[in-house]
Structures are given as C-alpha cells and as structure tokens.
Nanobody
Framework: VQLVESGGGLVQPGGSLRLSCAAS????????MNWYRQAPGKEREWVAS????????NYAGSMRGRVTISRDNAKSTGYLQMDSLKPEDTAVYYC?????????WGQGTQVTISS
C-alpha cells in the first residue's frame, strides 16, 4: 500500500495550489478519501472528504468555499484544489484513504503560504 502526495510548495497569500494523492496497492475506488492538515505545534485536523463514488463531499468550516476535493478512480488519484490561500493555511497536508478496518495515510506534502 502506498499513498504519495505531491503539489505542495511555497505560494503567496491569495494564491492557489492543487495537491495530488496517488494511490497503489489497494482498490482505491472502494475507499473514502480525506485530506487532513497539521500546522506546526497543532493537532492534525480534517479538511475535506469525498465518498468512493464522488457522490458526496464535505469540508471543514475553516476552508469551505476555498477548497475542492475530487478524485479520479480510473487513475487511483485524489486531489485537493486550494484557492485564496492564507498564511494560516500553512501546514503539512496528508491524504487519507479509509474503508473499515483499513486506514491508510500518505507521507504528507508541505504547503507554505507567505509573502
């Protein structure tokens, strides 16, 4: 099982990033996908989720309206489009694939918002 996040980096406030999560080693299309983030000195927090068939999405209040979660089951890849980024969005972003009893995590990708 492997989850590899990419797409992080340094952007200015107001900018955009698109994170990707490439999965392998399991049946991606049958798992719910989540994105979490962890800022320095803070606990990991949930950002967004999407059901296995993309039929339902949910977002944390802190980022609602600025992020869009999506997935391409044919490519076993998930995405997090982030717009209007703020310095407080600086964190390591993790993808998570869940289907009871399995819970898989990627290694994280650093997102830094700074001028």
């Amino acid at each position: 099982v492997q989850l590899v996040e990419s797409g992080g980096g340094l952007v200015q406030p107001g900018g955009s990033l698109r994170l990707s999560c490439a999965a392998s080693g399991f049946t991606f299309s049958t798992y719910e996908m989540n994105w979490y983030r962890q800022a320095p000195g803070k606990e990991r927090e949930w950002v967004a989720s999407i059901t296995s068939d993309s039929g339902n999405t949910n977002y944390a209040g802190s980022m609602r309206g600025r992020v869009t979660i999506s997935r391409d089951n044919a490519k076993s890849t998930g995405y997090l489009q982030m717009d209007s980024l703020k310095p407080e969005d600086t964190a390591v972003y993790y993808c998570n694939l869940w289907r009871f009893p399995n819970n898989y995590w990627g290694q994280g990708t650093q997102v830094t918002i700074s001028s």
